[in-house]
C-alpha cells in the first residue's frame, strides 16, 4: 500500500532574544513549525523562520500549501514535493511563500531521512564530513574596537577558524577592522558584513581597508538587488565578496554567478524555500566553482554539506540554537560534523512549544 501523510500542521512560536542582535538589530524571531506523519507512523520535524516579524503571513501560507498539497497525499520525495509547492507560486511570487516552502520542505526531508533510518547528510546523497566553523555573533557596526577584539578572541580561544566583524563603510570600521586583525593570531582569518549598509563608494573604500588587512571576504556590500553595483565592485575589489541570505532561489543567484560578481554563495534557509532549493544553489555554485557558505544554523547545515562540495566553511551565529536540545556544535578544534541519528538531528528542547507558540 502507498504510503501516505496523515498528519500535517503548521504552528506559529515567537522566540524572544535577549536583546538587539545581529546587523538588523532585531529582538525576536518568529519560527514557523511544521510536523508530519505519514501512514507508518514515521515522523518529520521542520521550521522555517522570520527575522523581524510577519511570521502569521508566513504560518498561513504553509497551512493553505498542507492543506492542498501534503495532508491525506501519497508521499512523495521531498524535490518532489518542492516543486509541486513552489509551482503553485506562479501567479504569487516566490516571497513568502518560499518562507513557508522551507518548513515543509525541512520536515519532508526529516521524515525522508527517518523514513530511512540514516542521517539526513546519507539521505541527501552524501557522504558525512567535517568543516571548519567561523564565529559572527557578539559583533556590531558600531562596536568599539576593544570590545570586537574580546569577542573575537573568544572566538578564538573557542576553537573557531575565522571570524567575521559587523561593518558599515564609515571611518570607525578602520579601526575596529585594525585592532581585530592585529589582536587575531595567525591561524585565524577575518572577514566582514556590511548587511547592504554602503553604496559602491563606500564599499570600495571598505574593500580596500579589508584586504590591507588580509580579510577572507567582504559579506553583503551592497544590497542584494543591485547586481550591476555587485559587478562593478567585483572588477575593482581587491577581497572576495559574498552575499546569499536576502536571495531567493537559483533565479535571483544565478546572474552574480554567470557575472563572476561574486565568490562565496550564503543560502538562508528560510529566503532560500528549504534543503532541496540551498542544494541546489551549493551544486551550481560547484559548477562555477564558487565557494558555499551557508547563514547560520551550522547544526542542520552541515548535513547539507556532506552533499554539496562547494560548501567551505559553516557559520557560528547562536540564534535559533536555544531552541533545540543539545544541538551539534563544533569541537575544540573548531569544526562540525553532522549527527548520526536518523533525521537532521534537530530535537525540540522541552517545554519549547509550550512556551513560545502564539496560536494555540
Not at 558525512?128 to 570590545?147: I, N, T, W
Not at 577558524?161 to 561593518?167: P, T
Not at 551544486?283 to 566553482?289: D, F, P, R, V
Request: hydrophobic share 45%; glycine share 10%.
Amino acid at each position: 500500500m502507498t504510503a501516505r501523510i496523515v498528519r500535517a500542521e503548521a504552528e506559529l512560536w515567537v522566540f524572544p532574544l535577549s536583546g538587539p542582535t545581529g546587523g538588523s538589530g532585531i529582538t525576536a524571531v518568529d519560527v514557523i513549525v511544521v510536523d508530519l506523519e505519514d501512514s507508518a507512523g514515521h515522523v518529520g520535524s521542520g521550521f522555517s523562520y522570520v527575522l523581524g516579524g510577519g511570521g502569521g503571513t508566513v504560518v498561513a501560507a504553509a497551512r493553505d500549501m498542507l492543506d492542498r498539497f501534503v495532508r491525506n497525499e501519497p508521499l512523495v520525495p521531498p524535490q518532489v514535493m518542492w516543486r509541486r509547492l513552489a509551482a503553485s507560486l506562479n501567479r504569487l511570487g516566490r516571497g513568502v511563500g518560499y518562507l513557508a516552502i522551507a518548513a515543509i520542505d525541512v520536515a519532508m526531508w526529516d521524515l525522508q531521512a527517518r523514513r530511512l533510518g540514516v542521517p539526513l547528510a546519507v539521505a541527501l546523497g552524501g557522504a558525512p564530513r567535517s568543516l571548519p566553523v567561523y564565529g559572527s555573533g557578539g559583533f556590531a557596526p558600531a562596536q568599539d574596537p576593544g570590545a570586537a577584539v574580546e569577542q573575537a578572541c573568544r572566538y578564538a580561544e573557542a576553537g573557531c577558524r575565522a571570524v567575521k566583524l559587523r561593518v558599515a563603510g564609515t571611518p570607525p570600521d578602520a579601526e575596529r577592522i585594525g585592532a581585530v586583525a592585529d589582536a587575531l593570531p595567525s591561524h585565524v582569518q577575518l572577514m566582514a558584513d556590511a548587511n547592504e549598509k554602503c553604496d559602491l563608494v563606500s564599499a570600495q573604500w571598505l574593500a580596500r581597508k579589508l584586504a590591507d588587512a588580509d580579510a577572507l571576504w567582504f559579506e553583503e556590500p551592497l544590497p542584494a538587488h543591485d547586481t550591476d553595483g555587485f559587478r562593478v565592485l567585483a572588477q575593482n575589489s581587491p577581497v572576495a565578496l559574498a552575499t546569499g541570505e536576502h536571495h531567493q532561489g537559483v533565479e535571483e543567484l544565478a546572474p552574480l554567478m554567470e557575472a563572476r560578481a561574486i565568490s562565496v554563495i550564503q543560502p538562508d534557509l528560510a529566503m532560500m524555500g528549504g534543503i532541496t532549493e540551498c542544494l541546489r544553489v551549493a551544486q551550481i555554485a560547484e559548477h562555477y566553482n564558487l565557494a558555499v557558505s551557508p547563514h547560520f544554523l551550522p547544526a542542520l547545515f552541515i548535513h547539507l554539506a556532506a552533499a554539496a562540495p562547494a560548501v567551505v566553511w559553516m557559520e557560528d551565529f547562536p540564534l535559533l540554537e536555544p531552541l533545540f536540545d543539545e544541538p551539534r556544535s563544533m569541537d575544540e578544534h573548531g569544526f562540525i560534523t553532522p549527527s548520526e541519528e536518523p533525521g537532521h538531528g534537530l530535537a525540540w528542547a522541552a517545554g519549547a512549544r509550550e512556551e513560545y507558540r502564539t496560536d494555540r
